[in-house]
């Protein structure tokens, strides 16, 4: 296995590639409008360029050939032809995004590239081969099985990410902490005799790793630029590639110290909670109202927050967190050997679910609402003719009764 410093070194080139090429990235997409305007879909509120996922490409690409070059990773790059399928696939991809970035394309359109690109991953060997069902053993995939049920998981990670990345910061944010904690889980793997030396996971998890990194300063809120489906459908695939070789290939337990040791392509589906759950009740919301599984809402977990009083960085970071709660809960028995850090998680969780709900924030705006319902029923009476109060900033005294109508105190 390529040491951890072997590792740092890719970890820098994508992330300084991905944030230099921002800037030129953005110009560009200025010059060639590719810009996203606010509107009843988007919560920014100002014009942003888009086609940030194409700065992400590069440095992918980057990252690549320098672990290509070195002398560390010849066992990933020898003889295999996992890492030029990665990069075609990577660049497949990309270009679909780009190209609903610049103008949209139908649901089916954009499914048939996502499953084009997957394809490419299966062909180049980069596929789930061993299923591991809990307590029932282990089962290996016939081709026609390991083919459907890869392009289908990568199809699945691509969109989640996609459907997550709805605040600034956010995808971005959760896959590097995703990204991480898979690269710390495959290492561990790898150190163990678990993985061969020649699996391409761990690189591919730290190639997304630091395009996340080299791509969030310019994303951070208020964003300069946008990742667009480009970077969220490319975050989607390199998580989906590292899974599949890493996760889909051990039919071996270890040593029992932790139950995802018995399911490991359940690993990615807890470190990924946030944006997995949040896909999993849109297609369910969907699916009810009876609305296309592809029509944009405003119902994710982002915008749910932030309707229940929770700024713009407030609600990025309580997903973040949630990320890292998940994440952690993943990583303590793999590290320590023991279960006894679910106790601490089960607090943390706790905590943040208080903080969630009973934020003064939130308080403020039910507050707020529970007011605005009350006028509202008295102007139905004719009693009240007054306007809505409109949002409350946390850290602001809400107005009271008697103050002039639809005035908001300001920062």
């Known amino acids: 296995m390529p040491s951890i410093g072997s590792y740092a070194i ?27 305007r606010p509107d009843a879909r988007h919560v920014h509120e100002r014009p942003t360029p888009t086609l940030g996922g194409v700065a992400m490409l590069l440095g992918v690409l980057a990252g690549m050939f320098t672990a290509w070059c070195m002398g560390s990773f010849d066992a990933v790059f020898a003889g295999s032809t996992e890492p030029l399928g990665l990069v075609i696939a990577a660049i497949v991809i990309a270009v679909v995004g780009v190209i609903d970035d610049l103008k949209d394309v139908s649901a089916p359109a954009k499914i048939a590239g996502i499953v084009l690109a997957a394809s490419v991953l299966v062909i180049s060997g980069i596929s789930i081969l061993v299923f591991r069902i809990p307590f029932a053993g282990v089962f290996v995939l016939s081709t026609d099985w390991s083919y459907l049920i890869s392009v ?119 470190i990924l909670g946030v944006p997995v759950i949040d896909t999993l009740f849109a297609i369910i919301r969907r699916a009810r109202s009876r609305s296309g599984i592809s029509n944009a809402d405003k119902g994710h977990l982002h915008h749910r927050l932030m309707a229940l009083g929770h700024g713009h960085r407030r609600s990025v970071f309580i997903l973040w967190t949630w990320t890292a709660l998940l994440s952690g809960f993943v990583l303590w028995p793999i590290y320590s050997g023991t279960g006894d850090g679910i106790v601490p998680f089960g607090i943390a969780a706790i905590l943040l679910s208080l903080f969630t709900i009973l934020h003064p924030g939130v308080r403020i705006e039910r507050r707020r609402l529970a007011r605005d319902d009350a006028r509202d029923a008295r102007r139905n009476g004719g009693l009240d003719r007054s306007e809505p109060t409109g949002p409350i900033e946390f850290g602001v005294p809400a107005p009271d009764m008697d103050d002039e109508p639809g005035k908001v105190a300001e920062n």
Do not use: Q
């Open 10 to 36: 890719i970890l820098v080139v994508v992330a300084a590639t991905t944030f230099a090429t921002l800037f030129g990235i953005r110009r560009l997409a200025f010059r060639i409008g590719a810009v996203v």
């Open 152 to 270: 289908v998981w990568v199809v699945g990670m691509a969109n989640a990410i996609n459907l997550i990345d709805g605040l600034d910061g956010l995808a971005g944010g959760i896959v590097a902490i995703g990204a991480a904690t898979f690269f710390l889980y495959a290492h561990e793997l790898g150190s163990e005799g678990l993985l061969a030396a020649g699996n391409i996971g761990p690189l591919v998890a730290i190639v997304a790793l630091g395009a996340c990194i080299g791509f969030l300063p310019h994303n951070i809120h208020p964003a300069k630029i946008f990742m667009g489906d480009a970077g969220a459908l490319l975050l989607g695939l390199l998580m989906a590639a590292s899974t599949m070789v890493v996760g889909g290939r051990i039919d071996r337990s270890y040593s029992g110290t932790s139950f995802f040791f018995f399911a490991p392509l359940l690993i990615p589906l807890v």
